[in-house]
Structure formats: structure tokens, C-alpha cells
């Protein structure tokens, strides 16, 4: 018997592939620096700088106290808020999407609190909770949040059926029945809405400093720009650019170790 | 057949859904009783409401009115003397679970020490013949290898009545008759009281010690047909015998009456 159905094999080449793959990936950034460089040589606009010069800034810039005045802070608020968002929208996601009398009632509410453009809520965090980190962390949970719970309610509402009943059939009780079934079968749909609330985390924690803070990646970026050191604000984007990569690999391990049987079923359905 | 009070007593089962566009009456009269240890298995033409009546058994569905009693107690939710194989293997299995995982789910609540679960289960999965699969996923398996599992993990949850709903309606001939031998294995060598819906005559004779024939819907009980064929079954001399071809015979003209409808079976005008 086969246990095992063979996924499609790839011996030769994979070198090759790598190769390949790795040049269509930095090919293009590297002509684009290249280009630059080149062209930030000739120009008189004192606001573009080279990259050479950016480097130079950001090495100055961000290695150092820096590091520990502005961007620990906030990778901190990303994180909580983040953390935050996640558990608040899950654990409301569960319930929503379980109880249908509570979804119907609670589906206008929640599209209308959706889209209000968080940056908004500033002012208003502002007044509430004056300039603190919870403020901070807040602004990022009210825009975060709303993939992550909008996705777990679909997810949570989509669960098949059959295999409810089989938990209901072998009368497995409600807590194992969340974490074992309830939770893992919407777990794809949960990840996607992680996936979305990355960028928009990143997004408020950056504008929520730049608006009122005294630390922080955005308040930095904006106190550079006010104070004409160009080459410094431009590398604070480019760290900015780099968090965001950063977020984006973390998430990918996470979800390839979290989503394995379902990447893995998927490969199989289409083999 | 053993006698004395039944394990599974059904009367007078009526079960009606209400909706918007109206009352749909799946099963109108149904009363049988199962001794234990029996292999029963209910045919009836397609749409007649078999899985209605097995979720009624099963305690997943409410009677409308009547009586399921198990044990000479009756069944108000899902009971822990029972369980169910589902026809959607795929769907039922659990594939962010390993095939050990799914056999295990359901005994994780109760009172069982680890190396005693640990026991049920490698017991459980090689009565089915899977004991190398313990470490994959579902999805890993053939339609037929999956369908193994979901009977691992009924009878590993050790239910006085296995209830399986059309379960090899999914998987290829040559398949079907590999778990259709499982099945009959099972039944004899553990005396597991097993309920069999299927639509497949030949199915239903080849597998049953008493095969009942169900109306189309309002669904009663058209016949209760004892199989007199011997325990010991086999795919080609069991179903070569006068005596296999006789019964199908007799399964298949109930079906076709059934499915004649309520002209066949007059009722009385209310």
C-alpha cells in the first residue's frame, strides 16, 4: 500500500532554479540602485540623495543609542499592538462566527467600524488616553483588528459541517472542540487576515508616532524632514522598509509551520 | 439471534421539517428494534430519508415525535454507546490532525490513562489494517485507507452500536469489497452491533444478518428481511449462491414497490 502520494519530484536543476530564481529576485533592485546612484551623481536636487549617501546615514543614524531610543519603542508598540489585535480578534471571532443571532446583529456595526479610516482615531486616542504608549498601541489595535476578526468570523462561520457534527457525534467537549477543531479549521482563513493586519499595524504605528510622540521610528522620520537632514530621513524609510520585510518573513515561517497540513492537502489536490 | 430486550428500539419515528416554502415529511412511521450484536442494514431508494433516520439514531437530529431508546433509555443527543462513520470521509477526517491524532480526538475527554488510550488506538488501527499510516495525514491516503480511519476511530471509541451512513457510496468497486469484508470482519470478530445505511441491494444482502427495507418518503418500514446466509461471507462464493441471488431478488422488487410510492402501500384517508 502507499501511504504516500508522490508530490512532483524535481531532481535535476534545482541549482539551476535557485540561480535563477535569486537573480529574477535582486536583478531588478540592484539595476534600480545602480540606475540611481548614477543618476544622483548629476543631480542638483537636494532633497534626492544617493544611496551611497543613505547607507552612510543610516549606518550613523540607526547603529547605536538610536536603536534603543527609537526603534526598540517602536517594534514594542508594533508588537503589542499586534499581539493584541490578534488575540481580541480572534477570541471575538470565534464568538461572532459561532452564534448566528449575534453575526446578523452585529454585521452593520462591524462594517461601519471597519471603514472608518483609523488614522482618524489619533486625535481622538489623543484626548483619551493623552500621548502614552497605550495610546500608541490602541490606534494600532483599531485598525488591526479588523481583518484579523472580519476573517475569523468567515472562517469560523465557513466550518464544514460534517465535520462539526463528528465532534458532536463523538461529544467532544466545547473547549477541545475549539482548539482541536473550531480554531484549526478556520486557521487559514485566520492567517490571511494576520497576513493583511501586518501591514496595517506597521502603517499606524508609524503615523501614530509621527502625529504625537517623542520616540519612535515615525516621530524620528518626521523630526528629520523638519530639520532638512535629508539623507537621515530617507534612511529611516529604508529601516522602515526593512521592518516591513522582516514582518513578512517572520509571518511566512509562522504560517508555513502553522498552515503545513493545509499547504500540503492543497498540493495534493492539485497534483 | 439473541433474545431478550433489544439494544436499539425505534418507534413510531416520525421527523417533519418546517421551512419557509413548507413542510417536508422525511420520515413518516418507522418502528424496528436491534438486538445486539446484529449487523442490520437499511436500503431504501434514494431521497427516502436513510440519513435522517441515522441522525435520529445518532442523537444528531430531534424526532419530530417517537421514541429512539437505547439500552431502555432514550436518546435525546448524541450518546456515548454510539458512533458514526460518515459517507464524506474527506470531511469528517480531521487533516490538520495526523490518522493517530483523529483516532485519538475523541478519547482524549474520557477517563483514560495515556499508555491505555495509546493501547485503544494502535488496537484500533490495526483492526483496520492501518497501523503504518499512524504518522500521516489524512490527505496522504486513498479515499479507501481514509474511510479505515473514520472506522478506527469508531471503534476505538468502543460504541455498543457503530452507526455507518452509506459509508463506501464514495470509493471504487474494488475498494468498496475490501472494506465491505473490514466490515463483516469486525462484526464477527469483535460482535460489534453495527447499523448499515446504503442504497446498494447487493451491499445490503452480502453485509446483513437482516436487511430493512425502507419506503419512499413518508418513509416506513416496507420489509424486515432476515439474511439466512452463513457468517462466513466471501466476495465471490457468497454472492454466487441461489440462495444470495434469491434475497437480492427480494430486496430489489421491495425497492422497486417502494419506490412506486404511497400507490403501492395505500394508506388510509385521514
Known amino acids: 500500500m502507499t501511504a504516500l502520494r508522490a508530490t512532483d519530484a524535481r531532481p535535476r536543476g534545482l541549482v539551476t532554479r535557485i540561480a535563477v530564481n535569486v537573480s529574477f529576485g535582486f536583478g531588478l533592485p540592484v539595476l534600480i540602485v545602480v540606475l540611481w546612484s548614477a543618476w544622483s551623481t548629476r543631480s542638483t536636487n537636494r532633497f534626492l540623495v544617493g544611496p551611497l549617501t543613505i547607507l552612510d546615514a543610516f549606518r550613523r543614524t540607526w547603529i547605536g543609542p538610536a536603536f534603543v531610543d527609537d526603534v526598540l519603542p517602536s517594534l514594542y508598540r508594533l508588537g503589542l499592538g499586534l499581539l493584541a489585535s490578534i488575540v481580541l480578534g480572534v477570541a471575538a471571532g470565534v464568538v461572532i462566527g459561532s452564534l448566528r443571532r449575534l453575526r446578523d446583529t452585529l454585521e452593520p456595526l462591524l462594517e461601519f467600524f471597519r471603514a472608518i479610516p483609523p488614522p482618524v482615531l489619533i486625535p481622538v486616542a489623543m484626548l483619551l488616553l493623552g500621548i502614552t504608549d497605550t495610546m500608541k498601541v490602541v490606534v494600532i489595535v483599531s485598525g488591526a483588528i479588523w481583518p484579523i476578526l472580519l476573517n475569523t468570523v468567515e472562517g469560523v462561520r465557513a466550518t464544514d459541517s460534517v465535520m462539526l457534527e463528528t465532534a458532536d457525534s463523538f461529544r467532544i467537549p466545547r473547549r477541545e472542540r475549539l482548539w482541536s477543531v473550531v480554531l484549526p479549521a478556520a486557521s487559514p482563513r485566520i492567517m490571511t487576515g494576520v497576513r493583511q493586519a501586518l501591514s496595517v499595524a506597521l502603517i499606524l504605528m508609524v503615523i501614530s508616532e509621527m502625529f504625537a510622540s517623542s520616540s519612535g521610528l515615525g516621530y524620528r522620520i518626521a523630526y528629520f524632514q523638519r530639520n532638512y537632514l535629508v539623507a537621515e530621513m530617507w534612511s529611516g524609510i529604508l529601516l522602515l522598509g526593512l521592518i516591513g520585510v522582516l514582518l513578512a518573513v517572520v509571518f511566512g515561517l509562522v504560517e508555513r509551520r502553522v498552515l503545513r497540513w493545509y499547504h500540503g492537502m492543497k498540493e495534493i489536490s492539485r497534483a | ?270
Open chain 2, 1 to 270: 439471534m439473541p433474545d431478550g430486550s433489544p439494544l436499539l428500539r425505534v418507534e413510531h419515528l416520525r421527523k417533519v421539517y418546517s421551512s419557509a416554502a413548507g413542510d417536508v415529511e422525511a420520515i413518516g412511521d418507522l418502528s424496528f428494534t436491534m438486538q445486539p450484536g446484529e449487523l442490520v442494514c437499511i436500503v431504501g431508494p434514494s431521497g427516502c430519508g436513510k440519513t435522517t433516520l441515522l441522525k435520529c439514531l445518532a442523537g444528531l437530529l430531534r424526532p419530530t415525535s417517537g421514541l429512539v431508546e437505547m439500552d431502555g433509555s432514550p436518546v435525546t443527543g448524541p450518546s456515548p454507546a454510539m458512533a458514526v462513520v460518515f459517507q464524506e470521509y474527506g470531511r469528517s477526517l480531521y487533516p490538520w490532525l495526523t490518522v493517530r491524532g483523529n483516532v485519538e480526538l475523541p478519547l482524549r475527554h474520557k477517563k483514560l490513562s495515556r499508555a491505555e488510550r495509546d493501547r485503544i488506538v494502535t488496537d484500533a488501527l490495526e483492526a483496520v489494517g492501518l497501523p503504518q499510516s499512524a504518522r500521516s495525514h489524512p490527505w496522504q491516503l486513498s479515499g479507501g485507507m481514509q474511510q479505515r480511519v473514520a472506522i478506527a476511530r469508531a471503534i476505538a471509541y468502543r460504541p455498543e452500536v457503530l452507526i455507518m451512513d452509506e459509508p463506501f457510496a464514495a470509493v471504487d468497486a474494488q475498494t468498496r469489497a475490501d472494506l465491505e469484508d473490514l466490515v463483516r470482519e469486525l462484526h464477527l470478530a469483535r460482535g460489534i452491533s453495527t447499523v448499515f445505511v446504503t442504497h446498494d441491494i447487493d451491499e445490503s444482502v452480502y453485509l446483513g444478518q437482516r436487511v430493512l427495507v425502507l419506503s419512499n418518503s413518508p418513509t416506513r418500514v416496507q420489509e424486515d428481511l432476515v439474511i439466512d446466509l452463513p457468517p462466513e461471507r466471501d466476495q465471490l462464493t457468497t454472492r454466487a449462491l441461489p440462495r444470495f441471488t434469491e434475497l437480492r431478488t427480494r430486496v430489489y422488487q421491495q425497492i422497486q414497490r417502494a419506490k412506486r410510492g404511497p400507490a403501492a402501500a395505500p394508506q388510509p384517508a385521514p
